[in-house]
């Protein structure tokens, strides 16, 4: 097996893990978001935290200890736009809350049965793809090139090592600052530290993010085959998965689609072992109409912000990238607007 298949091969196991804990624990941002604000629940947000906590120290420890070069992946770039970065995040956020989660949760929730899923995920991957390289594509381009800024500090490391300290003790002092601040809050919730489920859930979430790393940076370093050093992420990935399906003879197998395979699989597995698998629909067309227009909203806002939720929520924060916390920014602010105040997504007339 060479380390084209090795990748693949780890990138299906892991979306299977993500699939089955995706599904047993409920893990969505979007969920997190709501279960606290409108629903007086934060056990679901300090799971999230719990991950990210995760993902930044164990990520940060494999480029620190030299197996994973992170300045290869697409979120430590030197230039980058932060207004679409951030309008991508608020695009995606508010799209979040139309769809009813995120791309990740509606891969889970596919494999659940979930027909709604369905539909958000084509309209999500037709949308990326014609922001990636189709009719949108021009003009995110232009948007790009006429916003983007050079930078020297391009990370939260990189920002601390220009006060003083080398790059190792930069690189663990940011991380430190994130992990310890992250854990405080997760800890903080006497419901979250009486859900062992929940911690377990944002430990092995956290991990599959490192695993990502260390698979594509690490095992995927072959100097005449060389795969593009990436971890958890679904925008592109779920685009690609779609084209794959329909021209699979003019493309080939990559992490990120087997990650989407995997996750639809795990879930499927973990619903029908569990019980849990039966099959829903949309209650109207007004339903399916804001469905599709969020799953759109997220395609589009995606690829604006180089990741969804995961891919730059977990993926893009653990490289501690500058531009990955603006990107997540412009997401919380869509997501709580959405759920919030004058531009709330209203509930559906229950017919």
Known sequence: MDSTQLVILAGLVIGLIYGAVGLLSGFCLMSSIRGWLAEGDGRLVRTFAMAIAVAVAASQFLAGSGMVDLGKSIYLQQSFSVPVLFLGGLLFGYGMVLSNGCGSRALVMLGRGNLRSFVVVIVLAIAAQMTLKGLIAPARIALVQASQTTVNANSLPSLLATLGPGEAVSRALGAALIVVALI?????????????????????????????????????????NPVPVTSLTFIAPIADSLQYAMLSTGLTLNFGIATVAGVLAGSLVTALAAGRFHLEGYSSPRHMLRSAGGAALMGIGGVMAFGCSIGQGLTGVSTLALGSFVAVAGMLLGTTAGLRGALRVQPLAVA
Do not use: K, N
């Not at 809050?185 to 490192?210: E, T, W, Y």
């Not at 260390?214 to 072959?222: E, I, K, P, R």
């Open 184 to 224: 405080l809050f997760a800890f903080a919730h006497p419901a979250f530290r009486r859900s062992p489920g929940q911690i377990a859930a944002g430990v092995v979430v956290g991990l599959l993010v490192a695993c990502g790393w260390f698979v594509t940076g690490y095992l995927g370093a072959d100097d005449f």
